[in-house]
């Protein structure tokens, strides 16, 4: 995935290949100068967003398998954010408790299997609650491993139906976890900003970003007074079809902030 970023010397605009890492190394291509891209955004964010792209692009099948690492990578962060939560809950040095969890992660790292395992616990022990939308269907387990697994060619309207699943999931999820465990989360990434940050050479200027997703809206923006009723936590049905569909009509445009636009100002003086 592309996006464009404004070079901090000439303010020429630059198209960069989105990082695993979120940190970018970009050359202007216009004056020369070096600087360093961070961009502030969780992995699933990046993967819906993704998915949300492939899909507004007539990429069906490409979507799939983006909404379905999305929706791992959830909840990856909604166990990091509950076990980070807890340790600052009991006055846990935030590096000690991220030492734990990391090496613990090592030995579910591989196996999505375990990782739902632990997202089942972190789920029963922070909501007291059996995590009831776990079953095969309401993740669209066999939807995805159709479409992944066996080269299923699905039609539009069938990924359609299979993203405001995991978006319904995801939002629900996500609006009801605590802002500590959140910006706990989040501060592993700015973390690794910093060390970044530190070993950057003279003459490189460091750009911080956040772009504007299917979530990251929802959490950083107020919802609209109109649009309250429907995205009430816990009162809303699990896999709202229309909640997706909402958010794409809210913030689909804003997905297109990444592409490189078609009037590029070629004459130069403004
Ligand atoms: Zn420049």
Redesign the pocket.
């Known amino acids: 995935m592309f996006f464009v970023t404004v ?1 901090p ?2 303010g ?1 605009e630059n198209r960069v290949e989105f990082a695993d890492s979120s940190v970018h190394d970009v050359t ?1 291509g ?2 020369g ?1 070096r600087s360093c891209v961070f961009v502030r955004k969780q992995k699933f964010e990046v993967l819906f967003d993704l998915g949300t792209r492939a899909l507004m692009d007539g990429y069906a099948r490409e979507a799939v398998a983006s909404f379905a690492a999305a929706l791992e990578r959830f909840f990856e962060f909604y166990v990091r954010a509950f076990a980070l939560e807890r340790a600052a809950d009991s006055a846990q040095e935030f590096g000690e408790a991220l030492g734990v969890l990391e090496g613990t992660w090592r030995h579910v790292a591989s196996q999505s299997e375990r990782q739902l395992g632990m997202f089942a616990l972190a789920y029963l022990l922070r909501e007291g609650r059996e995590p009831e939308f776990l079953t095969a269907k309401a993740l669209g387990a066999e939807f995805r491993n159709r479409v992944i697994h066996r080269g299923y060619l699905p039609r539009r309207a069938e990924v359609e139906e299979y993203a405001a699943l995991v978006f319904g999931l995801i939002d629900r999820l996500l609006s009801g976890m605590g802002p500590v465990g959140v910006m706990q989360a989040e501060l592993v990434q700015e973390q690794a900003f910093a060390r970044h940050l530190e070993a950057l050479p003279a003459g490189v200027t460091a750009v911080f970003e956040e772009h504007p997703g299917m979530f990251r809206a929802r959490r950083f923006a107020p919802v609209p007074p109109g649009k309250s009723a429907a995205s009430k936590a816990g009162s809303a049905p699990l896999n709202d079809a229309a909640a997706f569909a909402r958010a794409l009509d809210e913030r689909g445009a804003g997905l297109s902030v990444f592409k490189v636009r078609a009037h590029r100002g070629a004459g130069g003086e403004g």
């Open positions: 070079c010397v000439c020429g202007c216009a004056c100068a």
